[in-house]
């Protein structure tokens, strides 16, 4: 807990203080009196020196790029796996077995390939390139599926004597059946995207779509000069709010949603 | 309200397994039919592709006048109750019960009232806005037959609806569905491998073995005269006594002992003795037809007792009075009038 939390309140309380105290001497351990002047300045002006645009606008491009994720995750894995799981299709097991390989191929084993198309796309510097290659999910895919095999036949059967056809049956029973594991999906895919270092790195240069992640990066990684660390440290200590305000909101649905399922 | 014809129905499963084999059930408007056998017997699948839930690899199933192979189970204006009952577990009592009806676009005002009258029948009123999750395993399982109700189809089909619930519990509700069917009329189809749930619910039943019929008749004819060693077995309970006797001019011998079983049977030798336990009359040794029975051990039922033996090395179950001592052999006879005689061969029966 220690070891987790104390350089976590080390940034904190260096995000609180001016340029000099916190470099130099022993570093203080009680907050220091900048806390709004530095949060200010990182999130409304950037830091210029350093070639940061405003925080704001960062965290906006991390926000669409990790929301655009993980919704497009969730709702490309579920489909899908109801393809695999409910229809009869020829190659079906095939198909299932290309997805699940592909779980074999992280984002930095394709990155090359996977840049060479998008640019040919002239995606660079959009959403669209900052997020559809890394829409596609074998895991989430692999998770719902897993997840309808457990839904009971008769409860289909019961479904198609009820004239519920395909589609019907998917938005009224099997989409909230599995509100639990989508919510369990968003925060990890939602972390995930907020997460992403190295596409958006590869794929930006223009400033106006760095998303956080990279921009402390950039903040930190300056030729000829101190890092302004108590304006990195309130970067970084504002980059990591996000996913531990999902986590906690998100949290309190899948808990509820837990001891409400059952079968 | 409607006939159900089932013509030569066959069912055979990709790779081969050829799970029913030509069967022929004409059942009238308002009868309560019950499908009995052995698990892997069939029944199942025929019940299912009445239902439409399975395809028919031949033969025909028609509902009313319509042929329905090819109808989509939602077509075929019939309504099924599943053995884990299948409630949708996020929709309230309410939801499950108007779900089907909503989406035949029922008016509101319709599916309403069809809801309120299913309560009060099957008395869930009291729940109609709890999930499924907050019931008990017999208020679930009225849920699932008023999701069958509020559908006002032309048949019910209950694919072993009661094995779910405890002892007690499955005795009330097989009353209460009996009761039901009579109020509604509602053609029914009722598949059990409970043969007790058979006897009691069925006007007719229908006694399958290895894809094919094996016995149609009621309650009381399939009890008294089962068509095979097979029928005889299986209803009754405790279960039917089948013996190898040898047959000569009327007489049957078992062991040492000789019964009497006052008919010619031409040609045939060897024939199995059906005797229930409860036929089995203790009589004094020495008497005609008296059967040696060496006992091993006795069941207590409360009502009677039952005795389990052997005659000539083979078991026998005889069924006695509880005030009657029981010493190492006890002599028993058989009521000639209640006596079931099969051949050997085709286990087919012969009186």
């Given at each position: 807990?220690?070891?987790?939390v ?13 340029a ?55 709702a490309?894995?579920i ?33 090359m ?86 596409w ?64 | ?32 039919i ?54 949708y ?33 099957l ?100 009890y ?84 389990h ?25 058989a ?17």
């Amino acid at each position: 807990m220690l070891i987790i939390v104390f350089p976590v309140y080390i940034a904190f309380v260096a995000s609180t203080y001016d340029a000099t105290s916190f470099t130099s001497g022993p570093a203080p351990l009680l907050p220091g009196p900048h806390l709004v002047e530095n949060y200010s300045q990182i999130l409304f002006e950037g830091a210029s020196t350093l070639g940061a645009p405003p925080l704001t606008m960062m965290m906006w491009n991390s926000l669409v790029m990790a929301l655009t994720i993980a919704i497009g995750k969730i709702a490309i894995s579920i489909i899908s796996a109801y393809a695999i799981v409910y229809f009869q299709f020829p190659f079906r097991v095939f198909a299932f077995w290309i997805i699940f390989v592909t779980l074999m191929l992280p984002v930095e084993v394709r990155i090359m390939p996977t840049f060479e198309v998008v640019a040919n796309l002239h995606m660079l510097n959009s959403y669209a390139g900052l997020t559809i290659p890394l829409i596609a999910s074998a895991t989430a895919t692999f998770l719902f599926r897993q997840f309808f095999l457990t839904v009971p036949d008769e409860l289909v059967e019961a479904a198609r004597v009820d004239r519920a056809g395909p589609v019907k049956f998917f938005f009224d029973i099997l989409l909230p059946l599995s509100r639990t594991n989508i919510a369990a999906l968003f925060v990890i895919l939602f972390i995930f995207g907020w997460n992403q270092y190295l596409w958006p790195l590869l794929i930006t240069t223009d400033s106006k779509f760095y998303t956080v992640v990279m921009g402390i990066k950039r903040m930190a990684d300056v030729s000829d000069a101190q890092p302004q660390w108590h304006i990195v440290m309130s970067a970084v200590i504002l980059a990591g709010l996000p996913p531990v305000l999902v986590v906690i909101f998100m949290q309190r649905l899948f808990v509820k949603g837990l001891t409400e399922t059952e079968k | 309200m409607a006939m159900i014809e089932i013509t030569d129905l066959e069912k055979t499963y990709q790779g081969g397994i050829h799970a029913v084999k030509g069967i022929n059930v004409s059942i009238a408007d308002g009868e309560f039919i019950v499908l009995v056998g052995p698990s892997g017997c069939g029944k199942s699948t025929m019940l299912r592709m009445v239902a439409g839930l399975e395809t028919i690899t031949g033969g025909t199933v028609s509902i009313g006048d319509r042929v329905v192979n090819d109808l989509d189970p939602a077509e075929r204006d019939i309504a099924m109750v599943f053995q884990n009952y299948a409630l949708y577990p996020h929709m309230s009592v309410r939801q499950n019960l108007s779900y089907g009806l909503k989406n035949q676009g029922l008016p509101k005002a319709v599916i309403e009232t069809r809801v309120a009258e299913a309560a009060r029948i099957l008395e869930i009123g009291d729940y109609l806005d709890r999930k499924p999750r907050n019931l008990s395993g017999g208020q679930r399982q009225r849920v699932a037959m008023g999701r069958a109700i509020v559908r006002e189809p032309a048949a019910f089909l209950f694919d072993e609806p009661l094995s779910n619930l405890d002892a007690k519990l499955r005795v009330q509700m097989r009353g209460e569905i009996k009761q039901l069917q009579k109020r509604l009329g509602t053609t029914s189809i009722y598949v059990t491998h409970d043969q007790l749930e058979a006897m009691t619910l069925a006007d007719r039943l229908v006694v399958l073995n290895g894809g094919v019929i094996e016995q149609i008749g009621t309650p009381l004819e399939v009890y008294r005269k089962p068509a095979s060693t097979f029928v005889a077995s299986f209803i009754g309970s405790p279960a039917m006594n089948l013996i190898a006797a040898e047959h000569a001019d009327g007489m049957a011998r078992v062991g040492d002992a000789s019964l009497n079983i006052r008919q010619q049977l031409n040609g045939t030798k060897r024939i199995t003795l059906g005797i229930r336990p409860e036929d089995l009359l203790p009589v004094s040794a020495g008497t005609a037809g008296a059967l040696p029975l060496t006992v091993a051990y006795v069941e207590e039922l409360g009502a009677q007792r039952l005795v389990h033996g052997h005659v000539g090395g083979q078991s026998l179950v005889a069924a006695m009075d509880v005030e009657r001592d029981i010493t190492d052999v006890v002599h028993v006879t058989a009521n000639m009038a209640a006596l079931h005689i099969f051949d050997v061969e085709t286990q087919q029966r012969l009186n």
